[in-house]
């Protein structure tokens, strides 16, 4: 009888909900969860079955059917995207439960276009034809709704996959409690194995007091650097931390929320030295009106640079060129000596390191506006988003090296050569390289915490270099 199918999907929606609300959404979860609801279905099959339960045993073999050719469109599925469980995926398992999932589909649409409600309608209209003649006579009406359902699936998972809240998500804040796209269990104080930079002998400095040691915070990219130094001249830190590791600033003492919200909680009082790229212009007034005054020690050197896709023939652009290009006035590969297609330039997200060190560059000449996509947001409703860099076809981007190269957080691009200089780090050392940048450790005029001044010497010394050399920048000593 259909109400034991209303029965089952309702009890699996509720499990469904339990799940991400107590363990939220990530690749374990998302397969233990296939795993029961396989097991509760077939489960719910054989007791309906063998303990004479009434119901409609067609759709009870249907049901058993369905399930089994669901999870073999979920295996094949996985098998091309090379193993890879993603919540598009994901969504597959969810087709014989979309009818009576309204939070599910809350979950995955909601801030989406109203394509996905009308593949889900389509698929409820094939499961219902399905169910109706699946075992009756009309076998050829049940093969074409079998099928289009598969192509409805397909379709969903295609289109969900590929909507603009994840192609121009970049890697998304999906780690470090929504505050990096950079996985760094391995760049902890207190990971083990390591990938750290670490001295071969006692450092000249050694904070023990745990109040003394100064709360640090930074850009993405740096933060292998600090923590490293921390590491190093941190008595204990390893010990102090891991009791901290779940903390929502990822730490107490080493501490991590990306360069935008650094710059606040440095004004704010609530850490002492941030490590990234210069203040914008709005993060130096915003310390200005709370009267705080941004201190900028230079401790290493940066290349910013420009990538485009491994097969676009441009390997060198002008410093000009570039100017026109995020200005608006050159809007062709063609005309820099590339292809004849569109060139589609991506921004990044405003106060951020990248995009400050990009309106410093670009001087007077104005930004264009930056490609963005619609979100929703539930504090805001719909909110435009800056679009990170995508694998377009004319597509280009800009980053700091170490991000690209150290981090390899892009995949299949070339870096371009700036008017005829490649950014290796011995173009970077002597200055040819024209888009040379500093790496800082800021930190406000009145700190009070008398070791920052003992920090900053460290960074400058002969260790210091050395921890910010072989993480991967340019170091300042001669």
Not at 3 to 22: D, I, K, P
Not at 130 to 147: F, H, I, P, Q, Y
Not at 183 to 189: L, N, P, Q, R, S
Not at 318 to 323: A, D, G, K
């Amino acid at each position: 009888m259909l109400l034991h199918y209303f029965l089952v999907n309702f009890l699996l929606s509720a499990l469904n909900v339990v799940f991400m609300l107590y363990f939220g959404i990530d690749q374990s979860v998302s397969i233990l969860q296939i795993i029961l609801n396989a097991v509760l279905l077939y489960l719910w099959y054989f007791v309906v079955k063998y303990k004479k339960v009434p119901a409609d045993e067609k759709l009870m073999r249907f049901y058993l059917v369905f399930t089994a050719a669901v999870f073999a469109l979920f295996t094949i599925v996985v098998w091309i995207k090379g193993g890879l469980m993603a919540s598009a995926l994901h969504l597959i398992m969810f087709v014989p439960l979309l009818p009576f999932l309204p939070f599910i589909l809350i979950v995955f649409f909601v801030g989406w276009s109203g394509w996905a409600y009308i593949f889900c309608i389509l698929i409820l209209h094939c499961v219902l034809l399905v169910v109706k003649n699946g075992l009756g006579e009309s076998r050829v009406l049940a093969t074409a709704a079998a099928s289009l359902m598969v192509v409805c699936t397909l379709a969903t998972t295609f289109f969900y996959n590929n909507r603009d809240e994840v192609r121009y998500a970049a890697h998304g804040f999906k780690y470090m409690n929504g505050y990096s796209s950079t996985d760094f269990t391995d760049y902890m104080v207190y990971s083990d194995p390591s990938k750290l930079v670490t001295l071969d002998h006692e450092p000249s400095l050694i904070i023990e007091n745990e109040s003394g040691m100064p709360v640090l915070d930074g850009a993405e990219a740096c933060y292998p650097v600090y923590s490293a130094v921390a590491k190093a001249i941190y008595k204990d830190i390893d010990k102090i931390e891991e009791q901290y590791k779940n903390d929502k600033y990822n730490g107490k003492i080493v501490t991590f929320t990306n360069t935008v919200n650094g710059y606040y909680r440095l004004v704010d009082g609530k850490i002492d030295m941030l490590f990234g790229a210069r203040p914008s212009k709005e993060q130096t007034e915003y310390a200005k009106s709370y009267d705080k005054t941004l201190r900028q020690t230079l401790i290493g050197k940066e290349a910013f640079v420009f990538f485009v896709e491994n097969d676009n023939p441009v390997s060198d652009i002008s410093s000009e060129q570039l100017r026109a290009i995020y200005h608006g006035d050159i809007t062709n590969w063609k005309e820099v000596g590339g292809k004849n297609q569109e060139i589609v330039a991506f921004q990044r997200p405003e106060g951020s390191g990248s995009q400050t060190m990009m309106e410093y560059f670009m001087g007077d000449v104005t930004l264009k506006e930056p490609k963005s996509y619609e979100k929703y947001n539930a504090m805001d409703g719909i909110v435009k988003v800056v679009a990170n860099y995508a694998n377009e076809d004319g597509a280009l981007g800009y980053s700091f090296r170490y991000f690209i190269e150290g981090l390899m957080q892009e995949k299949n691009v070339k870096i371009l050569s700036i008017d005829g200089v490649y950014p290796t780090t011995e173009n970077i050392r002597n200055g040819s390289y024209p888009l040379v940048t500093g790496l800082y450790c800021v930190t406000t005029e009145d700190e009070s915490n008398p070791n920052v001044e003992k920090v900053l010497n460290f960074l400058l010394s002969e260790d210091g270099q050395y921890i910010i050399e072989q993480t991967g920048y340019v170091g300042i000593s001669e």
